[in-house]
């Protein structure tokens, strides 16, 4: 007699200021999504323990991750986006039902005028950032080369399967030089 295998859920909590809610029709929503996406893609090679996994992503201001920014990172800037990971739940102590990642912050105007610089939508943009923090949630980082590429070749995979294009491929495309120009410089005779 084969057993069926544990369902998982995933409790994603979104905590929206009015200042987004203006900005984007259904910021909790692309949260979600985001979120979800980045979850699975990762629980397909790392299989997690929890039966329940929670995590919070709050949408606010610059000036709220401001604060953060200084007081955790000794950043006093606002940046676009912050992860907090908790890790409750992970230790052998712990009860393995549950755990709870952590948290993923994301300032509005930082990240819209990224969106404008980079000329993509807000939407997307948004969704990347998530994907972004989950990520680092679940033990990514880009502190050096081989870690920021993995992460990234993760990041676009996930992003694919939401519809999003690669955020990375501008800055990946082959630089055109400008050809050579003939010397001006007169000849000494």
Same mark, same amino acid.
């Given at each position: 007699?084969?057993?069926?295998?544990?369902?998982?859920?995933?409790?994603?909590?979104?905590?929206?200021?009015?200042?987004?809610?203006? /900005?984007?029709?259904?910021? !909790?929503?692309?949260?979600?999504?985001?979120?979800?996406?980045?979850?699975?893609?990762?629980? $397909?090679?790392?299989? +997690?323990?929890?039966?329940?996994?929670?995590?919070?992503?709050?949408?606010? &201001?610059?000036? !709220?991750?401001?604060?953060?920014?200084?007081?955790?990172?000794?950043?006093?800037? +606002?940046?676009?986006?912050?992860?907090?990971?908790?890790?409750?739940? &992970?230790?052998?102590?712990?009860?393995?039902?549950?755990?709870?990642? @952590?948290?993923?912050?994301?300032?509005?105007? /930082? *990240?819209?005028?990224?969106?404008?610089?980079?000329?993509?939508?807000?939407?997307?943009?948004?969704? =990347?950032?998530?994907?972004? @923090?989950?990520? =680092?949630?679940?033990?990514?980082? =880009?502190?050096?080369?081989?870690?920021?590429?993995?992460?990234?070749?993760?990041?676009?995979?996930?992003? $694919?399967?939401?519809?999003?294009?690669?955020?990375?491929?501008?800055?990946?495309?082959?630089?055109?030089?400008?050809? !050579?120009?003939? *010397? *001006?410089?007169?000849?000494? *005779?």
């Amino acid at each position: 007699m084969s057993r069926a295998p544990k369902m998982q859920i995933l409790i994603i909590d979104v905590a929206v200021a009015a200042e987004w809610k203006r /900005t984007l029709r259904t910021p !909790a929503a692309i949260c979600r999504r985001a979120a979800a996406a980045a979850f699975e893609a990762v629980a $397909k090679t790392r299989k +997690p323990r929890a039966r329940t996994v929670e995590l919070a992503i709050v949408l606010t &201001s610059d000036a !709220a991750v401001k604060r953060l920014n200084a007081l955790y990172r000794g950043k006093n800037k +606002p940046t676009d986006v912050l992860s907090f990971p908790a890790w409750l739940g &992970s230790g052998p102590e712990a009860d393995a039902r549950e755990a709870i990642l @952590g948290d993923v912050v994301v300032a509005r105007a /930082t *990240s819209a005028r990224d969106a404008k610089a980079e000329q993509k939508p807000l939407e997307e943009h948004l969704a =990347h950032l998530v994907v972004h @923090g989950v990520l =680092h949630l679940l033990g990514y980082d =880009h502190e050096n080369d081989s870690d920021a590429r993995a992460m990234e070749r993760l990041e676009i995979s996930i992003l $694919k399967t939401l519809g999003i294009t690669n955020p990375y491929y501008a800055r990946d495309l082959p630089v055109k030089r400008a050809p !050579a120009r003939k *010397s *001006s410089a007169r000849k000494k *005779s």
